[in-house]
């Protein structure tokens, strides 16, 4: 069983930060709106509190990790450009996707939307995590900031949505492929 | 005695301005990446890490954008009640020029191409 260096920085881009800041996402709305509408009745404890910091924090941490470990480490190998002559373009996916108009439209629509509509996602959360912070259960009384936090939480969402969804689309018809190979386990 | 605070009586201005903030950052990476798909000058201009092209300084001067944004709201801000309505109905738009200015069709649809 083995898996290359490439290979390895595009699952932990895409699976290790991006999947589990998607994750997060349904517990993030579940809470937030609990909290922003739950009235005089709801009760929230410091140790929830502190909880759903810690969980916010978590996300924003997450999502900053998945757009700079996709712009830094996965996104140059992607669009790598091959020596002149190269005719097997399988170590280089915007050439290879580029290469049929069965497959561009994959780069054109969907890399070029990815790449930027995802940085809205961590900015988006960024800012949801400092005013539930700042202002925890009072987010309630303000219609305008609850509107606002809850807004913007869907927005980023959906942003890591679109992002996550071409990924995995890329990744199966242009694969990063490269690197050194690290072998984890032997066959018998 | 004191009374039970409530929310109306906080000062909002500095949640204001993390929103008003978020939204020109991300009005600021929609722009960033039209201008750099609709200019070729603007294009090498944004590219000041060549492994990652233009990408690398749209979501650079994006994020410098935002952070100065919201630092200078805050300090504006801070301490003050100001009206949500408007803050939210700029912030949403700003949001909505994010997306649309980074859906490649869009881009295409304003350059007549």
């Known amino acids: 069983m083995e898996i290359t260096t490439h290979d390895f920085w595009t699952v932990v881009h895409g699976m290790g930060f991006g999947a589990l800041f998607m994750l997060a996402f349904s517990g993030a709305i579940a809470e937030l709106y609990h909290l922003?509408?739950?009235?005089?009745?709801?009760?929230?404890?410091?140790?929830?509190?502190?909880?759903?910091?810690?969980?916010?924090?978590?996300?924003?941490?997450?999502?900053?990790?998945?757009?700079?470990?996709?712009?830094?480490?996965?996104?140059?190998?992607?669009?790598?450009?091959?020596?002149?002559?190269?005719?097997?373009?399988?170590?280089f996916p915007r050439r290879l996707l580029l290469s049929s108009g069965k497959t561009s439209e994959w780069h054109n629509v969907g890399m070029e939307w990815k790449e930027h509509v995802a940085w809205l996602a961590p900015i988006a959360m960024t800012m949801v995590a400092y005013i539930t912070m700042k202002y925890g259960r009072t987010i309630m009384r303000p219609r305008g900031m609850r509107t606002a936090v809850l807004g913007f939480v869907v927005a980023a969402f959906v942003a890591t949505g679109v992002a996550g969804a071409f990924g995995a689309f890329l990744n199966k018809y242009a694969p990063v492929r490269g690197g050194s190979t690290i072998v984890l386990m032997e066959g018998e | 005695m004191s009374m039970p605070s409530t929310t109306d009586e906080i000062p909002n201005g500095s949640g204001a301005a993390a929103i008003l903030g978020?939204?020109?950052?991300?009005?600021?990476?929609?722009?960033?990446?039209?201008?750099?798909?609709?200019?070729?000058?603007?294009?090498?201009?944004?590219?000041?890490?060549?492994?990652?092209?233009?990408?690398?300084?749209?979501?650079?001067?994006?994020?410098?954008?935002?952070?100065?944004?919201?630092?200078?709201?805050?300090?504006?801000?801070?301490?003050?009640?100001?009206?949500?309505?408007?803050v939210n109905v700029t912030s949403f738009a700003l949001l909505a020029v994010g997306f649309l200015l980074t859906f490649p069709p869009f881009m295409d649809l304003l350059q007549g191409k």
């Open chain 1, 36 to 91: 922003s509408t739950g009235g005089a009745s709801y009760q929230q404890s410091e140790r929830d509190r502190m909880m759903l910091n810690l969980y916010l924090i978590a996300m924003v941490v997450l999502a900053w990790l998945t757009v700079f470990s996709g712009i830094y480490v996965v996104y140059p190998w992607y669009r790598a450009v091959p020596p002149a002559g190269t005719t097997d373009l399988s170590l």
């Open chain 2, 22 to 86: 978020a939204g020109i950052g991300c009005g600021a990476i929609g722009i960033l990446a039209f201008w750099g798909d609709a200019s070729a000058g603007m294009n090498k201009a944004l590219n000041i890490y060549n492994p990652s092209g233009a990408l690398s300084g749209v979501t650079t001067f994006g994020i410098i954008i935002w952070l100065i944004a919201w630092f200078v709201l805050d300090r504006m801000w801070r301490g003050k009640t100001v009206e949500m309505m408007k």
